[in-house]
């Protein structure tokens, strides 16, 4: 099929692979611009736009979809379908209309669950126990088109968002194929959402990672887990930023005691009691430092049993 496809980042790339990779005739590539990055802000373009340069495919990095120019290209392109994946601007009316097979997004949740930007870390932030990935026909709305397919994906006790992104990415543009087959054969039945039952996921900023061992453990476990590996969980110790980079939580036998929170039960591995239960501190990067395990840090501060973080 002849196809325009939109998006910006690794998850985004992974998918127009498997779409060339499955013989689709890729007849365009729309991405953001590049962007500076690293210490010395060296000028790096997208993911998708390295992968399109390579396939030899015609890239545009438009500052919007909103003008008479985007809606020019595109027509000119003539694909047959428009696919978007993380792409980051929503297409008005005028480019919807364009390709007679319409266009479709791949979102990574279970719609209309976690709407937005950010639903794998929500989905782990929350404690959910399974994720996964919606083909959709875009409308006009945010995520809220009708969808054409969908995949389960398990999330794990310990999984991170990093850890079930992988995964949904490799599950998504699977996914994404096999819709693309069933819409040529026709065998695709669209399905409305249930816009009752429809949730957010907005984008995560820094202080939304911020600790309070006066929350249960089970939830501080999520967070270490969601904000892994940005912006990342941290608290705060003599003024400096602790980061959070690996939890557990430990056998109950541990958290029998009650304990104020915040106060270490143990040392190896580092131990901390919490509003409920108590979350063993596995990783941690002090603040200017590098990772290192919570013992080695506690050891480093000459941190003993029953002192409070």
């Not at 590539?29 to 396939?55: E, N, S």
């Not at 932030?125 to 995520?143: A, K, S, Y």
């Not at 949904?168 to 819409?183: C, Q």
């Not at 939830?219 to 990342?232: F, I, T």
Request: glycine share 8%; net charge neutral.
């Amino acid at each position: 099929m002849r196809i325009v496809f939109m998006g910006t980042p690794d998850i985004a790339a992974q998918s127009l692979q498997a779409l060339l990779d499955a013989g689709h005739t890729i007849c365009g590539v729309f991405t953001r611009a590049d962007k500076p990055v690293g210490r010395k802000q060296v000028l790096t373009p997208p993911p998708v736009k390295a992968l399109a340069v390579k396939a030899g495919i015609p890239v545009y990095q438009p500052a919007t979809l909103r003008d008479e120019q985007s809606e020019k290209t595109l027509r000119a392109l003539a694909p047959e379908l428009v696919v978007v994946v993380a792409y980051g601007r929503i297409l008005p009316p005028a480019l919807l209309a364009i390709p007679p097979r319409g266009c479709i997004n791949l979102h990574v949740s279970l719609l209309p669950k976690y709407r937005g930007s950010a639903p794998i870390q929500w989905a782990v932030l929350n404690g959910d126990t399974e994720t996964g990935v919606t083909i959709m026909q875009l409308d006009e709305g945010c995520d809220t088109g009708d969808i054409l397919l969908v995949e389960k994906v398990a999330i794990g006790p310990d999984e991170t968002s990093g850890q079930v992104f992988d995964k949904v990415s490799k599950i998504g543009a699977d996914t994404l194929v096999t819709a693309i087959e069933k819409l040529q054969a026709g065998t695709l039945t669209p399905q409305k959402q249930a816009d009752a039952l429809a949730t957010k996921a907005p984008p995560l900023n820094k202080e939304m990672a911020r600790f309070d061992f006066d929350l249960p453990a089970q939830k501080l476990h999520n967070l270490v887990r969601g904000m892994n590996p940005w912006p990342v969980a941290f608290f705060e110790r003599g003024g400096k930023k602790i980061k959070v980079l690996e939890s557990t939580l430990p056998p109950e036998a541990l958290t029998a005691t009650p304990a104020n929170p915040g106060v270490i039960l143990a040392l190896h591995p580092l131990t901390v009691a919490c509003g409920s239960g108590a979350l063993q501190l596995q990783t941690l990067t002090p603040e200017g430092g590098k990772p290192m395990s919570g013992s080695a840090w506690a050891a480093g501060r000459r941190l003993q049993v029953g002192d409070s973080l």
